[in-house]
């Protein structure tokens, strides 16, 4: 599986710090603080109409320009590695930052090798997270007969108390 990490530091001077590792490979970039602005009033402009009612699969053509802006913002200089990284195998891209205002960009409309959007084959899947790294999941097998095929957390102390809830539940199994 190809991973791709991309940390977003906002500065408070309004600049963006974009830090990224594609492979074994490593870019760092700024956006400076009128352009994330730039970008930032573009996608307001563009929310508030999906809010009111605008229906944005009507125009692909808009939606592909936000994608386009974010690449072209973001990731100038590497988003060829990064694709090539992304769609070898399947891949993951993780954008890491502490920042909502980095975080919520409409990254699933980054465009992909064919003109199309990066998350239409369903090979690449996008994550947000504030931490670098994304926690084990654990995965609690329970009996056919339950309408629950199984159970998900992240942090195996809560698993354990959900656990408790199932009467039900034969086996464990930590990934």
């Known amino acids: 599986m190809g991973h791709v990490t991309i940390s977003l530091r906002a500065d408070p001077d309004g600049s963006v710090r974009v830090d990224a590792t594609v492979g074994i490979a490593s870019w760092s970039q700024v956006v400076t603080a009128p352009v994330f602005a730039g ?10 109409e999906f809010d009111d009612g605008w229906r944005p699969f009507a125009d692909p053509v808009a939606l592909a320009g936000l994608g386009a802006r974010l690449r072209d913002t973001f990731f100038p200089t590497f988003y060829g590695e990064l694709l090539r990284e ?3 195998r399947d891949g993951r891209l993780l954008l890491v930052s502490s920042s909502a205002e980095c975080l919520n960009q409409p990254w699933e409309l980054l465009p992909g090798l064919d003109g199309s959007f990066l998350v239409a084959d369903g090979r690449v899947a996008i994550r947000r997270s504030t931490r670098e790294s994304m926690p084990a999941c654990h995965v609690a097998a329970v009996p056919a007969r339950s309408s629950m095929a199984c159970l998900m ?14 009467p039900s539940l034969r086996s464990i199994e930590a990934s």
Not at 39 to 48: H, I, S, T, V
Not at 153 to 160: I, L, P, V
Request: hydrophobic residues 45%.
């Open 39 to 48: 970008l930032r009033e573009q996608m307001a402009g563009a929310l508030p």
């Open 86 to 88: 992304l769609t070898q």
């Open 153 to 166: 957390t992240s942090d195996f102390s809560n698993f354990s108390r959900a656990a408790a809830c199932l």
